[in-house]
C-alpha cells in the first residue's frame, strides 16, 4: 500500500514536473517569437549603435551614446585601493546600504522630497532597471504609453515581456513634447505605465516642471504607474530639468529610473539604480535576486566614493560645461547648412531633420558610405523619428566641426545630383 502511494507520488511528481518543463520551454520559444517578431526591427537598429564600434576606422563616429572622456583619474585610483583590498565578492542584493543612503540623501536634498533608502535598488545599469521597472508593473496582456522619439529599450523591453506599446509621437515643431491631454487619452483599462525620459535621448527635450506635473496627475487619476528614465539628468542646459522626484510625495506609482554610466562615464561598469515605492520592493528584489544577484561590488564603491567627492562634482561640472559648448558649436555649425535642428536642451544627442526626400536609414547609410560620418537612423527611435537622424556630441569640438561640414557636402552633393 505504502509502495503503491509512493510510486502514485512519484509519478504525479514526474508528470508534473514534465508539465513544468514544457512550459518553460513553450514559454522559451515563444518569447523568443516575440523578440523576433515584435522586437527583432527595434533590436536590429540598436544593435547598429554597438557595430558602428567596429566599423568606424577613419571615418567619424558619432553613432555611439557613449561619453569620450575616460573615468575621472580619481575614481580610477577608489577603483584600484578597492580591488586591491578585497571588495571583489557578492554584496547586499539590493546594493551597498551606504550607496542606497547617498543616492537617497541625493533626492532629498535636491528634490526635498522623502525617498529614502529603502526605495533605492542599485542595478547592473538602467538598462537592467528599465527591465525589472517594467517587469514589476505590466499585467499580463497590459500596455505602456510611450512618447517618442525616444530611447528604444522602452518598447523593446515591453514587447519581450509580452505587452502591447502605445507610442504617442511629439512634434519636432512642439519641441518634441508630449502634451498630457494626448498621452491621458491614451490611458486606458489595460495601460499599466507611462515612461518617459528627459533629457530625452534622442531629441535632447528637457520636460518642464508643469509638464511632468500634468502627467503625473492624468497617471494618477488613472491610477498608472509612470516610469522616468533621467540617465542624462546632468546634461541639462537650461536649468529647468526637473526630476518626477519632485512629485514623489505626492503619487505613490513613481518608478524613476537612474544611472552612473553617463554622469561618471562608466559605461562599462554596469551600475546604476531604480527608485521605487517600498510596495514594489520585494517584487524588485525576486527579480534583482534571480537575475543579477547583486550589482557590480567595485564600480559601487567608485559610484559611492562619487557622491562624497566635492572634487568629482567639480569634473562633472567642467564635464557638462565642454558638452554645452560642443552643442552650441554643432548646433551653430548644421543651421548654418541650412539643416534644421532643435537646440538641445539637455543630454548628449542632437536630432536633425534630414533636408533631403530620402529615408532616415538610407540617409545615414549613404552619409556614412559617402562621407564616413556614422550616424544613427531616426526610425530606430519610434513613430516621430523617422525623417531624422541623431549625431552625438560626444567628441571634441574639431571633429564635430569636420563632421559637420561633411554632412553639409553630403547634402550638397544629393541636392547637386537630382
Ligand atoms: C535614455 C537611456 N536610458 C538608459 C540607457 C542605458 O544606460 P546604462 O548604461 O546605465 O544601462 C541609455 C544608454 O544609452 C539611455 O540613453
Known sequence: MRYGNERGLE???KSRVKAKIEWNIEYLVSL???AERDAGDILSLIVQYFEAIGS???SINLGIGDLDHDLFDVLKEEAVRRITSG???YTQTAGIPDLREEVAKYYQRRWKCEITSKNVIITPGA???LFMSIASVLRGGGEVVIPT????????LTLIMGGRVYEVPTRMEEGFKPRAETIASKLGEKTCAVIINSPSNPTGSIYDEDLIG??????KRRGVYIISDEVYERFDYTGRYTSLAKFWDSYDRIIIVNSFSKTLAMTGWRLGYMVIPEHLYSRVMRLQAFINACPPSVAQYVALFALRSPEVERLIDAKVAEYRDRRDGMWRELSEAGVQVLLPEGGIFLFPKIPLEMDSEAFCNRLAKSKGVITIPGRAFGAGGERHFRITISAPINTLTEAARRIASF???CRASK
Open 11 to 13: 509519478k504525479a511528481t
Open 32 to 34: 523568443d517569437e516575440r
Open 56 to 58: 568606424s576606422g577613419n
Open 87 to 89: 571588495y571583489n565578492k
Open 127 to 129: 538598462s537592467n532597471a
Open 149 to 156: 522619439p525616444t530611447f528604444p529599450s522602452f518598447s523593446a
Open 214 to 219: 500634468a502627467l503625473v496627475d492624468e497617471c
Open 411 to 413: 547634402i550638397e552633393e
